[in-house]
């Protein structure tokens, strides 16, 4: 996700791939999903589908809307930094949870 989110190239296809790794991300969090995934992953459809929709002002309308769509960028990678920074909390949680305080692993 991150090679993704900082990469100097962005495209809409890219974020295909995440559905391959929902599986897995998914399985190792505890559910119900905290409210701060459910906020960063709405803030990050919404990002998307703003700076899509500059992306199409600029590609497919020839408009002159640079200034715009840098500022979706902007807010897009915001949005991307928000989820890898809750699911790395969800990571981080759901490791205490099956390793003590010690670090080694615990009966479940």
């Known amino acids: 996700m991150a090679f993704?989110?900082?990469n100097k190239v962005s495209t809409a296809q890219y974020f295909v791939?995440?559905?391959?790794?929902?599986?897995?991300?998914l399985q190792?969090?505890?559910w119900p999903p905290p409210k701060?995934?459910?906020?960063?992953?709405?803030?990050?459809?919404l990002t998307?589908?703003?700076?899509l929709f500059w992306g199409y002002m600029l590609e497919f309308q020839?408009?002159?809307?640079?200034?715009?769509?840098?500022?979706?960028?902007?807010?897009?990678?915001?949005?991307n930094?928000?989820?890898m920074w809750v699911l790395l909390g969800c990571?981080?949680?759901?490791?205490?949870?099956v390793t003590g305080a010690s670090g080694h692993v615990t009966a479940a």
Not at 17 to 25: G, H, I, K, M, R
Not at 38 to 44: F, L, N, P, Q, R
Not at 48 to 51: A, S, T
């Open 91 to 97: 990571a981080d949680h759901a490791t205490k949870s």
């Open 4 to 6: 993704v989110a900082y």
């Open 81 to 83: 930094t928000a989820v």
């Open 36 to 45: 701060g995934l459910k906020w960063a992953g709405a803030a990050w459809v």
């Open 62 to 79: 020839g408009r002159g809307v640079h200034l715009m769509l840098w500022i979706a960028g902007v807010l897009f990678l915001v949005a």
């Open 48 to 51: 998307q589908l703003h700076w």
């Open 17 to 25: 791939w995440y559905f391959s790794l929902l599986p897995t991300a």
């Open 28 to 30: 190792a969090m505890h």
